[in-house]
């Protein structure tokens, strides 16, 4: 069944136009029904977007109907975000179209669209909420997020992001995991990988002033970068630059006097282009390190080598994906309902690690176990085997995770490393961010 507004279909359900939502918010404003005709005639109110089960669920307070496991999905499928939570979502959908079940159930999806405003996320939350759902994964956007928090976490929901970054996601609710890393996290990898895969022991940072990500991943790298080497002052020099610097030389003499090896720049593609190619000119020998921000157009248009070869940074999924079990199985579904030649968004690859990690939560707190217990699950994650990477939640529900390095080569980017989590001896020892 298909009307304008709303979408019914085997193994999902959703609710997401005007009509249906504002009969969803008269009969919670209503009280109770008067009778069994007012309830049929508000149930077919509702252009059939909603099964019996979760109608009687929300409006009778019936308990659900316990042959089925119901996932919540809250993503922005109108509005300004729509691009980005339809990618979200399909990478739920393929997830579940290849693990359709859990706990010997069929799994529902049952979809919320927040359409891309506040308010509509904390309606939409409300809507999930009176689903029984056992988790939700979602939403694109942190703001969105955010919202739909404060519901899921009244109502003791646990809920996984795919692509936040965020840190008050999850640091302000013990209810919501992710699966992308923290912006500062990166800045751990490229650490990682400056020392123990490149062997360096002197590097520098040049960080935009004012930049609130650039000050918190150099904040991080440096202090990974002290730790790994040991020496506290192996951070020998860090150049604070306006956005609108014209002369860099100042700073490019003070690098190479340092002896500094690396240099951490968490600047934009095309600013970070501009200065490696001014730092060569100067006779800048240091290997220039950055973010995810590099995984852009700008690198593969740089057209010289010579500047290309001398940048690596830390991406959110190394896309050579066919290396891993997991990737391998995405890579073959994904390019079976989309084409042989296509090449799959980071969110789609993270929201399939999301639904994965739901429906392993689900079958670990085991059959009639309630969304406490399902939360408890996913608080215990310890290297789950994900499209992108080994997966550990921390104690606030952030990922620790394994971070590629990529770099351009003839013109294509590839994967040169990937920094793994550190575990030590005790299997039981907690793992630290890097």
């Keep these: 069944m298909k009307t304008a507004n709303c979408e019914l279909r085997r193994g999902r359900t959703g609710i997401t136009g005007r009509k249906g939502l504002r009969a969803y918010k008269a009969l919670r404003a209503g009280g109770v029904f008067r009778g069994a005709a007012m309830a049929a005639a508000l149930l077919f109110s509702l252009t059939g977007c909603v099964v019996y089960d979760n109608f ?3 409006f009778l307070g019936a308990a ?3 042959d089925v496991v119901r996932i919540g999905v809250f993503e922005p499928l109108s509005g300004a975000d729509k691009e980005a939570g339809e990618l979200e979502l399909a990478g739920i959908e393929l997830a579940h179209a290849l693990y359709p079940e859990v706990l010997g159930k069929p799994v529902e999806l049952v979809v919320a669209d927040n359409r891309s405003g506040i308010d509509e996320a904390k309606n939409a939350a409300l809507w999930l909420a ?5 988790v939700v994964l979602g939403s694109y956007r942190s703001t969105l997020s955010l919202a739909g928090g404060e519901i899921f976490e009244e109502r003791g929901i646990p809920a996984i992001s795919v692509s936040n970054s965020n ?5 302000a609710n013990d209810y919501y995991f992710r699966v992308r890393y923290v912006e500062s996290f990166q800045g751990v990898a490229i650490a990682k990988y400056a020392v123990e895969e490149l062997q360096t022991a002197k590097a520098a940072v040049m960080r935009e002033i004012g930049n609130d990500f650039a000050a918190a991943v150099s904040q991080a790298f440096s202090d990974k970068y002290t730790a790994l080497t040991g020496d506290p002052e192996s951070v020998v020099y860090t150049a604070d630059y306006p956005a609108d610097m ?12 340092t002896g500094a090896e690396v240099v951490f720049l968490p600047a934009a593609a095309e600013a970070a282009v501009e200065i490696v190619a001014r730092a060569q000119d100067s006779g800048v020998q240091a290997l220039f390190l950055g973010t995810d921000l590099w ?3 700008a ?3 740089a057209g010289d080598s010579a500047v290309t070869d001398k940048m690596a940074f830390s991406a959110e999924l190394g896309q050579d994906l066919e290396q891993s079990a997991p990737a391998k199985e995405f890579m073959a579904a994904f390019r079976e309902k989309y084409g042989a030649e296509a090449v799959p968004a980071a969110a789609t690859a993270l929201a399939f690690d999301a639904y994965m990690l739901a429906r392993e939560a689900i079958g670990s707190a085991g059959a009639g176990a309630g969304r406490d217990a399902v939360k408890t699950a996913l608080a215990k994650t310890k290297s789950f085997a994900g499209v992108s990477g080994s997966i550990t939640f921390d104690e606030n529900g952030d990922p620790i995770k394994s971070v590629p390095i990529r770099a351009v080569r003839d013109g294509a ?3 040169l490393y990937t920094a793994e989590p550190n575990w030590g001896e005790d299997p039981e020892e907690e793992p630290t961010q890097g």
């Design 56 to 58: 009687a669920a929300a």
């Design 64 to 66: 659900p109907a316990d």
């Design 130 to 134: 009176d689903r029984q759902v056992s």
């Design 167 to 171: 840190p008050l996601v999850t640091n």
């Design 246 to 257: 014209a002369d860099y030389s100042g700073e490019f003499a003070k690098i190479k006097e």
């Design 295 to 297: 995984e852009a157009e």
């Design 299 to 301: 690198l593969l248009q």
């Design 413 to 415: 980017f590839v994967t």
